[in-house]
């Protein structure tokens, strides 16, 4: 479990095919190297991935197929940077809201629109997932657990605070950019419990 609170922005080293499924490295330096040792998770742009062996700088982490269908891995080269937070401990604080790193989709951005000192971001969510995105509810973006403005049918808006702006990378975002979507766990488990 995670908090959506992103702690560092890393960099992808690496990204090797591999018989139908992807390795990556990551440089995480910014993340406490007793929090990245093997077989923890750590979210990678919101992304739950497994440490499958350390490096000097990092960690090495493999990618299914599923995975790189449902997110934005695919679209990684040497250079990407992304939010990283490593996973919930016991006692840790709970800043965001409850992120399982179990990707539903790629939401698009679409515009984006500056707001006094704060941005505004417009997405549009892939058909289907549009009913789990309530206003005032909370999506995580790429790892980052944002609160809803609005919603209007596939399409609905956030507010970045100067604080994100600088400590994730969705501050370099343009429109036409592939982001992670997490919907809230809660919306998941209501509609199965309602069938």
């Not at 937070?85 to 709970?94: F, I, K, T, V």
């Not at 995580?140 to 100067?162: A, K, M, W």
Request: glycine share 12%; hydrophobic share 40%.
């Amino acid at each position: 479990m995670f908090t959506g609170i992103v702690q560092t922005i890393g960099t992808v080293e690496s990204a090797e095919q591999r018989d139908g499924d992807l390795r990556i490295g990551i440089d995480a330096t910014g993340i406490d190297a007793a929090r990245r040792q093997s077989g923890d998770s750590v979210a990678v742009a919101g992304v739950c991935l497994t440490v499958a062996a350390l490096t000097p700088r990092g960690f090495i982490a493999d990618v299914s197929r599923e995975t790189i269908e449902h997110t934005t891995i695919g679209l990684w080269h040497a250079g990407s940077r992304i939010n990283l937070e490593p996973a919930l401990r016991a006692g840790d604080a709970l800043g965001g809201h409850m992120v399982s790193g179990h990707v539903d989709g790629r939401a698009e951005l679409l515009e984006r629109s500056g707001d006094a000192r704060s941005q505004r971001l417009r997405l549009r969510v892939p058909a289907g997932l549009e009913r789990y995105v309530a206003r005032k509810g909370s999506v995580t973006l790429d790892g980052v657990s944002l609160t809803v403005n609005d919603v209007d049918g596939r399409e609905f808006g956030v507010n970045l605070i100067p604080h994100t702006l600088l400590a994730t990378t969705l501050g370099d975002l343009r429109p036409g950019a592939q982001l992670n979507l997490e919907i809230d766990l809660m919306a998941r488990y209501i509609e199965r419990l309602a069938q």
